[in-house]
């Protein structure tokens, strides 16, 4: 069965941290690439950050994440992350797990797979 299920969402003031977790089926995880996405109240949803086991392996962030995002994966817990710092008021939106059997791509409709969404709220 597919599945992907977020986790680690909550409220946090800016300058703070959150690790969002996405726990995965095998299956799942054993795609080529897995990403965050996000959606913010009145706007689209956008890629947050990607990886992928596709050749010796690569890293995708989207340039608001300024660094300040971290996109990684345990195997052995098939998990992906995102672990988020120094959190602005403008990160607030519905973060996504999505998984894609193509290599990194920016685009929404090339990942088959999505989670239910994890909520991250960042007061100012």
């Known amino acids: 069965q597919v599945q992907l299920v977020e986790s680690g969402g909550g409220l946090v003031q800016t300058g703070g941290s959150l690790r969002l977790s996405c726990a995965a089926s095998?299956?799942?995880?054993?795609?080529?690439?897995m990403a965050w996405f996000r959606q913010a109240p009145g706007k689209e949803r956008v890629i947050v950050a990607a990886?992928?086991?596709?050749?010796?392996?690569?890293?995708y962030y989207a340039d608001f994440t300024e660094g300040r995002f971290t996109i990684s994966r345990d195997n052995a817990k098939n998990t992906l992350y995102l672990q988020m710092n120094s959190l602005k008021p403008e990160d607030t939106a519905v973060y996504y797990c999505?998984?894609?059997?193509?290599?990194?791509?920016?685009?929404?409709?090339?990942?088959?797979?999505w989670g239910q969404g994890t909520q991250v709220t960042v007061s100012s």
């Open positions: 990886t992928s086991w596709i050749g010796r392996g690569s890293s």
């Open positions: 999505a998984a894609s059997a193509r290599q990194i791509g920016t685009d929404q409709a090339q990942y088959d797979y």
């Open positions: 095998r299956r799942t995880f054993s795609s080529n690439t």
